[in-house]
């Protein structure tokens, strides 16, 4: 087998391994959203399909097929068509740069837990992520609904917005690590200060405040409480996917949780170190606990998701942006010259 | 391999730009625009210019025509009428200008050395490589560019902000 | 383009020719949070609010024509479903309003007034934790939603051990009440009672100084002392502006003068304002709740008056005179003088009042039902105005209204 | 001039009204502690305007203002407003009777802005036209509904055509877009 095929092949087998267990993870994780918000508000949650509700994802899924596929009269049916589909690809598209777990052996074969390691990883991330505005801003515009405009049109100002303090809290990441690669981010964030400290990036003197401005503005982009306002049920009635029906709302639905997944996946990355953690025991453990601590740390993000929904209400939008602006753009910018300033030092 | 792929991408690329001259409305035009620029990303991404692809789709895919779109959806306009079309200023200034346009690019084309240039493939599109030209040989065009933006900021914030 | 616009207030058509081009958003009937079936219709410049035009009738079932059909007894299931958040007080309302025209105000046994003053205050609890839940739902905290329909359950609970109903209680009768309470009540009402104030610290502690609520709801949907008064808001809305009136203090009808209780003022007219009274005020109805408890007196549930009072069941059996009181109210109703009245009590929204008149006859010749919520929905014009979209929401939330008793 | 019953005879919310209007005060009642002054209805308004601004009535609430379909009685209709004073907790009736062929009253938006949409509500149930209200459509009805359905003779039952009453066009149409 030449190397092309063998690496195509390779490839092929682990865009389609991360795809159905990312798909398999979003359906566990409306799960676990429905549970624990449920347990926050002194009721049950599902508890009729399977054990605890755990096969009602899969009847939500069931539901969502079978549902009638409407599409409104004046709608532009092209663009209503394509925009979910728009914010699906990006948001699948982005995890193939993170590195779940360390290389592996399994026998002979050599694997390394992530699909490829660009080096310009996390700016791929933010590429991708970029195009997916247009699925809700087009979704918004397309429904030709005056609610599912105003989503529209509150989603691209916000999304706008909120990446610029995103990119600018990542930059401070990328300066004291060097690297645009998450590989090797991760990679340096190996070992322990004084035998106990994780060397976590969080841990660097002034990276907790990167940490903090990325993880709000992650929140805004992902578009959950309390950035929630492109959908924000009680003002919009459903924002943009407000005329979204069956498998259609179903792909804008997949692709805010896969986008949860996938900013608590780079706060992980670029913070928590990764998949790194304890290892122990015989070799396929040690292969396996990496892709383990990286899943709980992942799950950790996304519970603190779910915490906030159930306890803080709404923005405005004004105030919303304001906070963008006047908050989390000049604190971010500010923390950049800090952090220069700390490496530049260190140098 | 490369060639093919290539000459896919390329008849995307052009074909999604004449898509853009010919739609009448101006989102689906805009969209036409997003496909040439992600098309050129991935001209950058065979070139090795990864850092220009990312950037190539985060500045003008992720930004520019957000803002582009924004504007389009906020101003809700209707499908354009022939009347620009048929401007007889658009013919007369127009079609001088595409000549110009292309004998610049056929210029251009003739002086560039042709073929591939293993030398220039590690140097020019990394992010590394961008950077080091950037703040030596360019830092001086590169922060006038800066405080060009800034003066733009600044009147555009002025030019909102007037009736306060 | 110039474009030619129904103006909703003034009637005229009107051209939008050198104005910011506004869109019209229909908000409502369905939307989720008009509260029911509310159609605001808003004319909006971005997102700020130019206009609110508040569309009301999409509830009307002609409460008011209907009762003019019913005899005096049989009008009160209907007024349950006028605020059906607030039955108790809507029944409190009418049949002291019944009461005033037969001339019964001072006959009612004290027993009876403390049992209706317990089920109307605790009314005032359930009332106002769904106005807390859904309020705070509108401005996306979803969690004090559930907190506050725990306690609304208790609630409806005891009214189904007093009466048999949850929603449509039908519970007071002209002189008194139907029936005595169930013995087990006034334990399970004390212990619920007790535990009530965590249960409002707790809701305080997700909303009063959170920083997002406090930006949602501080500065919003203002209105003056004066404007409100103009505008007839009455309730909790009106002492938000700074208005000391509680027609429970002022005007005290059932016993309330009995009571200490403090009433809640503020003067930013707000909707944070609006909000702190509420949430004071369900601890202020708590007190009273407990005093009511607490010196809860036995005796007699009815007046004794036989032209409008049913008597006795002991005694229908052995007196003859009573028999025959029993017959002609049962069989025709009641005959109140003629005359008419008009009693105002305040109900958890504000002023809720029964206006009735009567022809001699046993069915009042027209009964009109001033609800609180009517009146208070035409200040969301002048608290909208200039605001967002999402503020819209947080005043409709804040005026507590029940479409049921706008529309009626 | 206008007997006033016994009750009230020191009332000096009712001197201060005989004082001022005298003659265009029609009768004065006193029902179960609640009194009514029956007003002519030509100068409602200035009652009202009185009743508000006057230093020692100071009536700034209408808590309510209700119509009555008195027929075959006559004058048919009556609409009646209920002040309230907030600081001296006072309340007063005022009524004013208006027969069915002149149907037409002055609105007191003026006086009291929240009268706006009771006389809203007034109309569209009975018909009585408040002149001079600045909005004057139907509220609970739909703007083309036939008919005032608290009159009592409106059709109970079936599909009888209610009886035709004077009113002014209704204006209607929330959209009414008319584009160029």
């Known amino acids: 087998m030449s190397e092309f095929s063998s690496f195509l092949l390779g490839t092929t087998i682990k865009c389609i391994v991360v795809i159905a267990v990312l798909i398999g993870a979003v359906a566990y994780t409306t799960w676990l959203e429905r549970k624990v918000v449920a347990h926050l508000q002194i009721r049950w949650g599902p508890s009729r399909v399977g054990w605890h509700g755990l096969l009602q994802p899969i009847a939500d899924v069931l539901k969502l097929l079978l549902k009638e596929d409407m599409t409104p009269g004046q709608a532009s049916k092209f663009l209503y068509v394509l925009a979910p589909l728009i914010a699906f690809v990006p948001a699948a598209l982005s995890i193939t740069v993170i590195p779940f777990g360390n290389v592996a052996h399994f026998g002979s074969q050599t694997v390394r837990f992530q699909i490829t390691d660009l080096n310009v990883g996390i700016l791929f991330i933010f590429a991708v992520t970029s195009v997916g505005v247009y699925g809700v801003a087009l979704g918004g515009w397309a429904s030709n609904n005056k609610y599912s405009l105003m989503g529209g049109l509150r989603s691209s100002a916000q999304m706008i917005s909120y990446e610029l303090s995103l990119g600018l809290s990542v930059v401070s990441v990328l300066l004291v690590t060097g690297t645009l690669s998450l590989g090797q981010i991760v990679d340096l964030q190996g070992g322990r200060w004084f035998g106990i400290i994780p060397k976590w990036n969080i841990f660097v003197f002034p990276l907790f405040i990167s940490f903090f401005t990325y993880f709000v503005s992650a929140i805004a982009e992902t578009n959950r409480l309390p950035f929630d306002l492109p959908e924000a049920e009680n003002e919009l009635v459903a924002g943009f996917h407000t005329e979204y029906s069956s498998m259609k709302f179903g792909m804008f639905f997949l692709t805010e949780y896969i986008n949860m997944i996938t900013v608590s996946a780079i706060a992980t990355t670029l913070f928590f170190g990764g998949w790194h953690g304890p290892t122990f025991g015989p070799l396929w453990l040690r292969g396996i606990l990496p892709l383990f601590w990286f899943v709980s740390k992942i799950v950790a993000f996304l519970l603190f998701y779910i915490w906030t929904r159930g306890t803080l209400p709404r923005f405005r939008y004004d105030q919303l942006m304001a906070f963008g602006w006047k908050f989390l753009v000049p604190l971010s910018l500010a923390n950049v010259v800090l952090t220069s300033l700390v490496v530049a030092w260190r140098a | 391999m490369q060639t093919i792929v290539f000459f896919i991408f390329a008849f995307i690329a052009v074909a999604a730009a004449i898509n853009m001259l010919v739609q009448k409305h101006p989102i689906h035009s805009a969209l036409s625009l997003i496909v040439v620029m992600a098309m050129l990303s991935i001209f950058y991404v065979m070139l090795y210019a990864e850092f220009l692809a990312v950037v190539q789709v985060i500045v003008y895919a992720g930004a520019i025509m957000v803002l582009f779109v924004f504007v389009i959806m906020l101003l809700n306009p209707r499908e354009e009428s022939h009347r620009t079309r048929q401007n007889r200023f658009l013919l007369v200034a127009g079609v001088p200008l595409g000549l110009c346009l292309m004998a610049e690019i056929v210029i251009l084309l003739r002086r560039a050395p042709l073929g591939e240039n293993e030398t220039g493939r590690q140097l020019v599109g990394t992010t590394e490589a961008v950077g080091r030209v950037l703040f030596t040989d360019y830092l001086l065009p590169f922060e006038f560019i800066s405080v060009l933006i800034l003066i733009a900021i600044l009147g555009a914030v002025v030019l909102t902000k007037r009736e306060l | 383009m110039e474009t030619m616009r129904f103006n909703l207030e003034s009637g005229q058509v009107e051209s939008t020719a050198g104005k910011a081009e506004t869109m019209i958003l229909s908000m409502g009937p369905q939307h989720p949070s008009t509260h029911g079936v509310l159609r605001v219709v808003l004319e909006l410049d971005g997102e700020t609010v130019i206009k609110a035009s508040p569309d009301i009738g999409y509830l009307h079932t002609g409460m008011e024509k209907l009762s003019e059909t019913k005899t005096y007894a049989q009008v009160l299931p209907i007024t349950d479903r006028t605020d059906y958040l607030a039955p108790m007080s809507n029944n409190l309302g009418y049949i002291m309003a019944v009461e005033k025209l037969c001339g019964l105000q001072n006959e009612i046994p004290l027993r009876a007034q403390y049992v209706r003053v317990i089920m109307v205050e605790l009314n005032r609890i359930a009332s106002h934790l769904v106005w807390l839940g859904t309020h705070a739902m509108d401005i996306g905290a979803m969690t004090v939603f559930l907190y506050c329909f725990r306690e609304r359950e208790q609630i409806l609970n005891f009214f189904e051990a007093a009466c048999g109903g949850r929603l449509t209680t039908s519970y007071f009768r002209v002189g008194g009440l139907p029936s005595e309470i169930p013995p087990d009540l006034v334990p399970r009402i004390q212990k619920f009672i007790k535990e009530f104030p965590g249960r409002v610290d707790e809701y305080e502690t997700l909303l009063t100084k959170n920083p997002i609520w406090l930006r949602r709801t501080q500065g919003v949907g203002t209105i003056s002392a004066q404007n409100a008064v103009a505008i007839g808001l009455s309730g909790p809305s009106l002492r938000a502006t700074g208005v000391d009136y509680d027609i429970r203090k002022k005007e005290p009808y059932c016993g309330y003068e009995k009571f200490e209780f403090r009433v809640p003022t503020r003067t930013e007219g707000d909707v944070y304002a609006r909000y702190l009274c509420r949430v004071e005020e369900l601890r202020q109805s708590q007190k009273i709740v407990q005093q009511a408890l607490d010196g809860l007196p036995g005796g007699p549930i009815r007046a004794d008056c036989p032209k409008y009072v049913l008597p006795d069941r002991n005694k229908m059996k052995t007196e003859m005179e009573t028999l025959i009181h029993h017959y002609k109210i049962i069989t025709e109703g009641i005959h109140p003088p003629v005359g008419e009245v008009y009693h105002a009590i305040e109900a958890p929204k504000g002023e809720l009042g029964y206006y009735l008149v009567s022809d001699g006859g046993p069915k009042p010749l027209r009964m009109h039902i001033r609800g609180p919520s009517f009146v208070n929905l035409q200040a969301l014009a002048t608290m909208c105005e200039g605001r967002l979209v999402a503020d819209v929401v947080a005043v409709i939330g804040s005026l507590d209204i029940v479409l049921g008793e706008i529309d009626r | ?180």
């Open chain 4, 1 to 180: 001039m206008v007997t006033i019953p016994p009750p009230l005879e020191n009332n000096s919310t009712v001197k201060r009204f005989v004082e001022k209007f005298g003659d265009a005060l029609q009768e004065v009642v006193y029902f179960q502690g609640e009194t009514t002054l029956v007003v002519e209805k030509g100068r409602i308004l200035e009652f009202c305007q009185f009743a508000r601004g006057d230093d020692a009535l100071q009536f700034d609430s209408l808590a309510d203002l209700t119509g009555v379909d008195r027929m075959p009685g006559e004058p048919r209709f009556e609409v009646n407003y209920h002040l309230l004073c907030l600081s001296r907790a006072e309340r007063l009736r005022l009524k004013v009777r208006i027969s069915e062929k002149d149907g037409k009253v002055t609105s007191v938006t003026s006086v009291w802005p929240t009268a706006n949409w009771h006389e809203r509500e007034v109309f569209d149930l009975f018909g009585i036209v408040f002149e001079n209200h600045p909005n004057l459509r139907r509220i609970l009805c739909p703007d083309e509904w036939n008919g005032h359905p608290l009159r009592k003779d409106y059709p109970m039952l079936g599909y009888e055509e209610a009886a035709p009453s004077p009113e002014p066009p209704t204006k209607r149409g929330w959209y009414s877009t008319l584009s160029d």
